[in-house]
């Protein structure tokens, strides 16, 4: 790709971050985009076949990054011996959250684009996504659980879904309301030991 080439698709990004933060996804204007970028629409179709296929180059790599990242830490416990997942079930998801906070911050437009600019989009999944291995893993771990001898009493599931919902919801919040980085951590921290808690005390543990 050559300099000029380099430089016209710099502009229609930047334009396309702009407009989209501005108005989201729905009602953002590729007539506007192409005009704040100062390109012609022929330009504009040299890259990117559409307004969704633009949305993707600006997202996609970094919402299949926080998938992997969280399926990845999923993976990891369900490695861990049964007999120790127990001591590890704070650890194992602590250090996945941190680092998901971490690197929604250094992309922190990009992430404001999924979580409040993406509907109508595959994105705008994200939340129910993460819900659904969530929800897996959990009764993964409760299985465990009943395996060990320390079985959970019934959890409702509909109680469930709202308790998971509710705790994606309020880790994304940090990044919604760009919260000092410093303060996140903090309140990342807080927000872990409250459900953890709940969750021990939900599971009879």
Same mark, same amino acid.
């Given at each position: ?5 380099h430089t ?47 949305f993707e ?48 911050? /250094? ?7 999924i979580l ?12 129910? /996504?993460?819900? /659904? ?73």
């Open positions: 790709m050559s300099e000029t080439e016209t698709l710099h502009l229609i990004l930047s334009a396309a971050m702009q407009e989209f933060l501005e108005k989201g996804y729905k009602s953002a204007s590729l007539r506007n985009i192409v005009k704040t970028a100062g390109v012609t629409t022929g330009a504009f179709y040299g890259y990117y076949d559409s307004k969704e296929d633009l180059a600006l997202v996609g790599e970094h919402y299949n990054f926080l998938l992997e990242r969280f399926c990845k830490a999923q993976k990891e416990f369900a490695e861990i011996p049964p007999e120790k997942q127990p001591d590890n079930l704070s650890s194992t998801s602590g250090e996945c959250m941190y680092d998901m906070l971490l690197y929604a911050y /250094e992309h922190l437009n990009e992430f404001k684009l409040c600019c993406s509907e109508g989009t595959r994105f705008s999944k994200l939340i129910d /996504e993460m819900v /659904e291995i969530e929800t897996k893993g959990t009764h993964d771990y409760l299985a465990v659980l009943e395996k060990l001898g320390r079985p959970a009493p019934p959890i409702d599931e509909r109680l469930e879904h709202i308790l998971i919902t509710g705790m994606f919801n309020t880790f994304f919040e940090l990044i919604i309301h760009e919260m000092p980085l410093e303060e996140a951590k903090h309140y990342l921290k807080e927000m872990r030991a409250f459900y953890t808690a709940g969750w021990m005390k939900i599971m009879g543990q």
